[in-house]
Each structure stands twice: as C-alpha cells, then as structure tokens.
C-alpha cells in the first residue's frame, strides 16, 4: 500500500510575477489547461531542465518524445508535484493548472494529485483486492460515505478503464493477480476513480505486450473525450498514434511543440527531424 504523502513541500520554488501572469493568461483561453513558463529544475547543483514554457490543451492527448536523459520525465513530474519528494530537488518559474498557480503556498500537494492524477511505467497495484485498489483513492479523500457510493466508483472507474467486464466476477481477489495489461488498466481506473482532471503516463506501456499496448492506447482514445492526458513514451510510433500536440525535448531543453502531424512530416528544428529520423537516440 502507498504511503500518503505529506502536504509538507520539500521543493523550493521561485515564480517571477510576470511569467506566472504571462501563464494565467494563456489559460484563460478554455481549450489550455495547464501552461508552463520558464520552468527549471534543479537536483542539487545540477540543473536538469532549461527554460521550458508550454502550454497543454484540455480533452486531448500530449506527447513527451525525446532520448533517455532529456528531461521529458523530470518535466511531467513538475505537473502534479511528484518532484517534491526529492530532496534537494528545486523548481523556478510558473506552472498553473485552469490557471492557477500549483506551486503557490497555499496548495496542498496531496490534494493537487487527486486533480493530476499519474500512471507509471511499471503496474503498481496496492497489494489489496481489486475492488479496493479502486476505492482507496476516494476514501482517503472522503468521496465515500456509504457502500453504494463504493461500489458506484468502482464499476464506474473500472468500466472507463475498460476492466469491468474481465473481472466483474473476481472484484475480492488481489489486483497483483492480473495481468501486465490488466494491471495496467487497474491502475488507470485507480488514478480516475477520484475525478482527476489531467491524467499524466510515464511511459504507461514500456512493459506491456502489443495485444495488452493497443488496449491501453485505444483506452488513451476513449479518455481524452473527457481529460487532459500527458503521455511520456520512447516510441515515437506511438506518440503519432495517441496523440494530437508532440513535445520533443533534448538536453533538458523543449526544442518544439507543435500539432503531431507537423512534428513528424515538417518539424522546424533540425534536431527533432534528426530524432524522428533514427539519426541520435
């Protein structure tokens, strides 16, 4: 079972009046739902991200591509805080959600997490029953007052994610019993049990079988109806399947952003026609 995290930020940030205005204005605009300005990241004296400002529309999916080191990862860390577990890690300039500052003073990470919810890239199913992998996120956050109430998230959550009808007959028996793809889906159905409104994957399908990856990225389809999805992914075949924007970065820096299609058939930088074409990586 996952430990709550503390409320209690480790992560010093610095966001500059300006950029943090220059953020909420861009996400006044209804179809951008959280924007990025001047982002930085530091672990201890080493800095891992350089300058990244981005904007990340609602009801779609996006796309981190980029070689092993870039920073896609550390970048979608910062969206839902997970970097403040890191000590010594240390984040400067603005990042909003609906254009609200997430690093202000005043938001309880925990609370944050509920709304930009994460699905890793190894399945990592509490060691409880299916049923209850489900339903913890909303007890601990006081969705559930009564059986019913339980037991509508849960048929609800698993039957988004796309599980309800493979293990309807086994809710009582331990998630660590599916398999990669099943748990994989659970863990999905964990993240949207508490309403989040973002859904960020690190690299959701690295560990899973084709049939069990095109289950995952045709549920990817069916969600960005109704949420924000992030996706980190190496394969760059997947991004121009699932996604609709691309952000390529490389050496802690976002080189580009752009609709996928002009991302892979007329990129601006030399450097990201390089990638997708196989001549670094």
Partial sequence: MEAKVEARPVVKVEAPAPAWEDARAAAEQHEIKMTARD???????????????????????????????????????????????IEGCRVTGAITLDGEDIYAPWVDPVQLRARVGMVFQKPNPFPKSIFENVAYGPRIHGMIKSKADAEEIVVTSLTKAGLFDEVKDRLHESG????????????????????????????????????????????????????????????????????????FFHLGKLVEVDDTTKIFTNPKDTRTQDYITGRFG
């Fill in 39 to 85: 982002v930085n990241v530091y672990y201890g004296d080493k800095q891992a991200l350089f300058d990244v400002s981005l904007d990340i529309l609602d009801r779609s999916v996006t796309a981190f591509i980029g070689p092993s080191g870039c920073g896609k990862s550390t970048f979608l860390r910062c969206l839902n805080r997970m970097n403040d577990v």
């Fill in 176 to 247: 660590t019993g599916l398999s990669g793809g099943q748990q994989q889906r659970l863990c999905i159905a964990r993240a949207i049990s508490v309403n989040p409104e973002v859904i960020l994957m690190d690299e959701p399908c690295s560990a899973l079988d084709p049939i069990a990856t095109a289950r995952i990225e045709a549920l990817m389809e069916e969600l960005k109806e109704n949420y924000c999805i992030i996706i980190v992914t190496h394969s760059m075949q997947q991004a121009a399947r699932v996604s609709q924007r691309t952000a």
